[in-house]
């Protein structure tokens, strides 16, 4: 029989594992200057699982992550570090650049942003609540709430640009359904259906 202290336990919230990751390869990526390629092959044989010494994230062990969601968040924040670095200039003070932030605060946002805006991306407020997540794991001082006030305001302008884009589909939808209903109430009245 198994002692208690022996048992491996899983990650409880796998996706959430996936995003501390994504931030702790990032990092490594920018402080090595590495592929992300590289990184994530790293990461997949020697940081995921559950060990029976019990490590943790401590002793940089990531238990049970989403590896789909790790690998896919990893590859495209290499990949969009410039373009976020942008939006961070933008929005910063401007005595505040994007290299002054720390390194690891600089991934999280990298990977952050990046999340809210892939393709069917969780909505913005749970990507945000995430990431404070994520940021309370690194941080204990004020960055949680840059990381909040940073993503609430970055998130808001996303939501923004992407409206016309939505409501422009929306339209196009319902305009194709109300043809769809308008071609069946037709064929129905004559007895084609």
Excluded: C
């Amino acid at each position: 029989m198994a002692h208690s202290d022996d048992r491996l336990k899983p990650a409880l919230r796998p996706r959430t594992a996936a995003r501390v990751a994504a931030v702790q390869a990032l990092f490594q990526i920018e402080q090595g200057n590495d592929r992300a390629e590289n990184v994530i092959v790293q990461f997949v044989q020697h940081r995921f699982g559950t060990t029976l010494a019990g490590e943790s994230y401590d002793d940089g062990y990531i238990p049970d992550p989403d590896i789909t969601l790790f690998t896919r968040l990893t590859r495209n924040a290499a990949a969009n570090v410039d373009a976020v670095r942008e939006q961070l200039s933008e929005t910063l003070p401007s005595t505040w650049p994007v290299d002054r932030l720390d390194p690891v605060l600089r991934a999280l946002f990298t990977v952050a942003i990046t999340e809210m805006e892939e393709f069917n991306a969780p909505p913005v407020k749970v990507v945000i609540n995430e990431y404070l997540d994520v940021a309370h794991a690194f941080f204990s001082g004020d960055e949680p709430k840059l990381v909040n006030g940073l993503l609430d305001t970055l998130g808001k302008r996303l939501l923004a640009k992407n409206a016309p884009i939505v409501a422009e589909n929306s339209a196009a939808i319902t305009s194709t359904d109300a043809n769809d209903a308008s071609e069946n109430d037709a064929a129905h009245a004559s007895g084609q259906d």
